[in-house]
Structures are given as structure tokens and as C-alpha cells.
């Protein structure tokens, strides 16, 4: 088998197992459970996938990526430029202090 | 619904096609190119496995790293499976389109349809776009592909925000926009990926950082 057919089995099986069994499962939760699948969880999960970016960029750029977003910050929640127009400023400030860097 | 997706697809648009272009330098075919981003259909879980399949990785560990890379996948889906559609092929459908943008687009409010649109159009551009990658290997300048350039970092703004945006919907109703539990769970979360690294932190932060909050509620 070649590097890409095992790469390719590998992602599907990843997908059935991660993906699809989980939306398939048809469980009967207590309230408690329900309390936590519903209000608790999201939570949870919404906090740890911004740690996880943030950490993932600042690993990468560590200022390029903290001054960026802090820029991008003020531009989305202070400044109400809209997500569009503060992904793109964003974007080229990052990249411009990259290359500034250099 | 389509206001909420575009500015996903255009941050996502040039990271797949990266993934085209590096496969194909890979010598993959277009019909691997396809196969992968179809079947696979995981931004990290890809790029992750291009270099260690072509290395040699045997398909028992490419498996072990891409289920760890994609384990956040679980409680999303968990989360989104009961307002997917009861057809068993249209589930099927919906569940493997999952994506990262995707769930951070939807909300509590959104149908069935409107869950398998989202996730569609997501899907569909991603796998496209990695094909027009693939296509287009010859006429991207060497250099562009060397300096391991971050084209990830515009789609990395729209899901913070978006998730920002889900979180506050999330919390809005009652006790967890108190500050003192925020910064708790940001705590408990990077600890654990300290502890255990980007890769594997997943599936403990989420129980540690929920049980927290319950625990916290019951007090």
C-alpha cells in the first residue's frame, strides 16, 4: 500500500471513530447528565478550543501573533469593524511583522 | 446562514489549497489529492499525516496520531447529534462533515438542513480547494512553499471569534459569565495542555475543566 492509501485509511477510521460513532449514539441521559451534556460541556469545550488556538499561534509567531490579535481585538469588539474586514487587518499586520521580524 | 459561513470559507480556501500543492509536491495523485480530503476531511489530521506517511509510518500509527489530533472532534459531535437529521444517510453525511468552522457557525436554533448546508458548503470548498491546489503545484513559486509561511492565521482569528461568540451564547443564561469560573476553566485548561501537550489535552481538559463546573454549581 502506498504512504497515501495508508494516510487515507488512517483519516477515514479517524472519522468513524471520532466523528460518526459518537452522532450515532442514542443514549437516554439522566438530568444531571443532560445538565451537563447540554450547558456544561459546551462550555467547556468552547474555553479549551480558544486555549487551544491561542496557544497554537502563539507557538508558532509568539509577538507577531499577540500584537496581531490584540489588534484584531479592538478592531472586532471596540472599534465594530465587522469580522471580514478585521480578519483581513488582522491578517496583513501578522504577516507584515513576520516578514518585519526577518 | 450564508453571512455566518463565507468568512470561513475564505479563510479555509487557501489553507486546503496549500494542502493540494505539498501533496502533489508529495508526488499524490489528484484522485489521493481528492480521496484524502474527502474521506480524511481534517485540516491538522492532514497536514499532520502528509509528511508521516511519506516517512513510512506504518497505518496503525498514522491512526493513533490522527484519532489523538482529532479527538476534540468527539464532544463536538456529541454536542451537535441530536439536531441532526434521523435519516440514517443524511446523518452519516452530517457526522462526517463536522469541521471546526462548522461547529462553530452553528447554533441551537439551526434545523437539521440547515446544520447539513453548513456543513456542506464547508466540506465541499475544503475538498475543492485541495484539488485546485493539486492542479495549480506548477505555478506556485518554490519559495512561497519554503518559507513556512502561517496561511492557517486568518482562519485561526475567525474561530476565535466565532467561538467567542458561541461562548457568550452559551453562557448568557445564568451562573458561568462569572469571572472567578472563567479564568478556573482557562486554568484547568492550560495546565492540562502543559501536562499533556496540544495534541492530547483534549479529552481530560473537557472532563476536568466540565467536572469543575459542575462540582462548582452544586456548591
Given amino acids: 500500500m502506498t504512504p ?85 487587518l488582522t491578517s496583513l499586520l501578522y504577516y507584515y511583522l513576520i516578514a518585519f521580524c526577518q | 446562514m450564508l453571512t455566518r459561513t463565507v468568512p470561513a470559507l475564505l479563510a479555509i480556501i487557501p489553507i486546503s489549497m496549500l494542502f493540494g500543492v505539498l501533496s502533489a509536491k508529495a508526488d499524490w495523485s489528484i484522485l489521493e489529492v481528492f480521496l484524502i480530503s474527502f474521506l480524511g476531511f481534517t485540516g491538522s489530521g492532514q497536514f499532520a499525516v502528509l509528511p508521516l506517511a511519506e516517512s513510512g509510518l506504518g497505518i496503525m500509527s498514522l491512526f493513533i496520531i490522527t484519532a489523538s489530533i482529532n479527538s476534540r472532534y468527539f464532544p463536538m459531535a456529541i454536542l451537535s447529534a441530536n439536531r441532526l437529521h434521523k435519516n440514517f444517510f443524511i446523518r452519516l453525511i452530517s457526522s462526517h462533515t463536522l469541521g471546526d468552522e462548522a461547529f462553530v457557525i452553528e447554533n441551537k436554533r439551526d434545523s437539521s438542513a440547515d446544520i447539513l448546508i453548513i456543513r456542506l458548503i464547508i466540506f465541499i470548498t475544503w475538498v475543492l480547494s ?41 453562557s448568557k443564561h445564568f451562573y458561568l459569565l462569572e469571572l ?26 473537557v472532563i476536568f475543566t466540565s467536572f469543575f463546573i459542575y462540582y462548582w454549581k452544586k456548591i
Fill in chain 2, 180 to 205: 472567578s469560573v472563567i479564568i478556573i476553566s482557562v486554568g484547568i485548561s492550560v495546565v492540562s495542555i502543559i501536562t499533556f501537550g496540544v495534541i492530547y489535552f483534549w479529552i481530560p481538559s
Fill in chain 1, 4 to 88: 497515501a492509501w495508508n494516510a487515507i485509511l488512517a483519516l477515514i477510521s479517524t472519522s468513524v471513530l471520532v466523528r460518526i460513532i459518537p452522532s450515532f449514539l442514542n443514549i437516554k441521559f439522566s438530568k444531571k447528565v443532560e445538565l451537563l451534556i447540554h450547558e456544561i460541556i459546551p462550555f467547556s469545550v468552547f474555553i479549551n478550543f480558544i486555549i487551544y488556538l491561542l496557544f497554537y499561534e502563539l507557538s508558532k509567531d509568539f509577538y507577531p501573533a499577540l500584537i496581531s490579535m490584540a489588534i484584531g481585538f479592538l478592531c472586532i469588539y471596540i472599534f465594530r469593524l465587522g469580522l471580514v474586514v478585521s480578519t483581513i
Fill in chain 2, 130 to 170: 485541495s484539488i485546485a491546489g493539486a492542479l495549480l503545484v506548477d505555478h506556485v513559486p518554490a519559495h512561497w512553499i519554503s518559507s513556512n509561511l502561517n496561511l492557517g492565521f486568518p482562519a485561526s482569528i475567525i474561530l476565535l471569534y466565532l467561538s467567542f461568540m458561541q461562548l457568550s451564547q452559551v
